[in-house]
């Protein structure tokens, strides 16, 4: 698999942390936590490690047509939902609403990724799915097909992201 | 026409807007943000249901998603502006959606006043209602 170049990488960052910060603002205020990982390997000790992620993957067609899958393990999913529903941590949350933040945080990343590296660019995108994995190990044969990915830290673990086009 | 309209009847500040978007945690969280300002939500989870809405009960205003299943927004705003009884009903788009693919389309609508991109805070949406679709907000 490429190395992501640093400008779409840089991106991936920046508009990760928009979405985080305006809708998930007390996650990760008052500093900005994503950034890329440097060692190569990290990665793939991510496909080693045993934890729950949930993945959520959106295809997008136009002057770049591809597809975009964000894992984002289980307590930082968890933890957004809260946040987005203004739940607190005691309250009970069903998994489809787990999986909902999942899918609306992957729409509004590649949405706002697109509209920033190609701004007159017409992509459509589809609806996007979303799951819950046991671990990452699963998932290490569609990561290693050609396209970009990229590791990022937050407070409440590693978020892999993706990027095929 | 059927007198099927709804209305805010608490004060005239209060109207009575429509949500449309496929997503399940977007719809309350738009109707909270709206309830704050004072108006009234309903509520639709596709285009095909939004146009219905839209037709039955002539919302002050109407918030809509892009791209939905069984329906796309755009699709049910050319819908809802081509029936004379929603015709003026003001439209926002609130998509993820780059601006780049659906403004083309949506500059043929009389009755679209904005497309918001997702993600929007509150003072975002707070703006849009007030400036774009006219409607009162609270000034906190």
């Not at chain 2, 300002?37 to 205003?61: C, Q, W």
């Not at chain 2, 043929?108 to 009162?136: S, V």
Request: glycine fraction near 6%; hydrophobic fraction near 40%; include cysteine.
């Amino acid at each position: 698999m490429s190395d992501m170049n640093q400008e779409l990488k840089q991106a991936i960052c920046e508009v990760l942390h928009e979405v985080f910060e305006t809708m998930f603002f007390p996650i990760l205020a008052p500093s900005p936590c994503l950034s890329p990982a440097e060692d190569e390997g990290a990665v793939e000790e991510l496909f080693m490690a045993d934890e729950i992620y949930v993945k959520s993957a959106i295809a997008f067609q136009g002057p770049r047509t591809g597809r975009f899958h964000l894992y984002l393990p289980y307590g930082l999913a968890h933890s957004i939902t809260i946040n987005f529903l203004g739940y607190s941590e005691k309250e009970n949350l069903y998994m489809d609403q787990i999986l909902d933040t999942a899918k609306e945080t992957a729409n509004m990343t590649i949405g706002c990724l697109l509209s920033r590296i190609d701004p007159s660019g017409k992509c459509r995108l589809q609806i996007p799915q979303a799951t819950a994995l046991d671990a990452l190990a699963g998932e290490e044969e569609a990561a290693d097909s050609p396209g970009h990915r990229l590791r990022l830290n937050t407070e409440l673990g590693t978020i892999l992201v993706i990027f095929r086009d | 026409m059927s007198n099927n309209k709804i209305t805010g009847t608490e004060t005239d500040r209060s109207k009575v807007i429509l949500v449309v978007d496929d997503c399940d945690l977007m719809r309350p969280l738009i109707g909270e943000i709206l309830a704050h300002f004072g108006h009234k939500t309903i509520f639709a989870a596709n285009g095909l249901v939004g146009l219905e809405m839209g037709s039955r009960y002539r919302p002050d205003a109407v918030l809509m998603d892009v791209d939905m299943p069984v329906m796309n927004g755009v699709d049910a705003a050319i819908r809802l502006q081509e029936n004379p009884a929603t015709e003026d009903i003001p439209l926002l788009f609130c998509t993820a959606t780059p601006q780049a693919t659906i403004s083309e389309r949506t500059q043929l609508l009389a009755n679209c006043r904005r497309i918001l991109n997702k993600p929007f805070d509150f003072d975002q949406l707070k703006n849009a209602m007030g400036r774009r679709l006219e409607l009162p907000t609270p000034t906190v």
